[in-house]
């Protein structure tokens, strides 16, 4: 596609709930990021992809949460039995640079509350 | 972990004026990035600095870089009221460390 995918949009959820992010980046593209961002905050990282490997998934805040990619393209960010404090929004991007960070592309973000 | 910190948090300012926003660090850096963000919105790649740059500039925006004070300001001159938008800075550890790492930003909003 033209730019980063992500879907859904909006997500509303119950606590305790289990919640599946997609991001679809741009073709091509080997680097993919997750972020998260909190209301009027910065961006928190979570995790990074590099093909289908991740060498660097410190960011996830805990074991509710992974992350997966596959053929080197669609990445998945899952959130198991959710809490409040999971409500923001998962940004993802992706970059061409497979050496290095370039400029990296985002999506919209999906914005997660959890009720 | 290093992280980009910009400042100031906020910034208000008239059209026409310049801003500057400015970002500090805390180990060394592959390059140093500069990002906006309307509301709501993804973030908007702006300009990429290298370690071994000083500054750079694209159209209104001029970026310096001092790595031995591990700091690097942002300056959008003519400022329009189409500028206002969060704007943050984001920095490529050193070595093979390619997690790239946001500060909580400076929202600029300029007044018509």
């Known amino acids: 596609g033209a730019g980063v995918s992500q879907s859904p949009s909006n997500k509303v959820t119950e606590k305790g709930k289990d919640v599946e992010l997609r991001c679809d980046p741009i073709?091509?593209?080997?680097?993919l990021y997750w972020y998260r961002q909190s209301l009027g905050q910065g961006l928190e990282f979570l995790i990074y992809f590099q093909g289908n490997s991740a060498p660097d998934k410190s960011g996830l805040p805990s074991d509710r949460f992974s992350a997966e990619r596959t053929g080197g393209s669609v990445s998945t960010l899952t959130i198991q039995r959710t809490q409040q404090e999971d409500s923001a929004v998962y940004l993802c991007?992706?970059?061409?640079?497979?050496?290095?960070?370039?400029?990296?592309?985002f999506g919209e973000g999906s914005r997660l509350t959890v009720l | 972990s290093q992280q980009g910190e910009e400042d100031p948090q906020a910034l208000s300012i008239q059209e026409g004026e310049n801003a500057t926003m400015n970002c500090s660090y805390k180990t060394s850096i592959n390059n140093l990035q500069w990002y906006r963000q309307n509301s709501g919105r993804g973030l908007v790649h702006l300009i990429l600095i290298r370690s071994n740059e000083r500054e750079k500039h694209s159209g209104r925006l001029r970026v310096t870089l001092d790595t031995s004070k591990k700091s690097s300001s942002l300056l959008i001159t003519a400022s329009r009221a189409a500028d206002t938008a969060s704007y943050f800075c984001a920095t490529e550890g050193g070595g093979s460390n390619y997690k790239l790492t946001f500060g909580k930003g400076t929202l600029l909003t300029v007044n018509p």
């Open positions: 073709s091509g593209h080997t680097a």
């Open positions: 991007a992706s970059s061409l640079s497979g050496i290095g960070t370039g400029e990296l592309f």
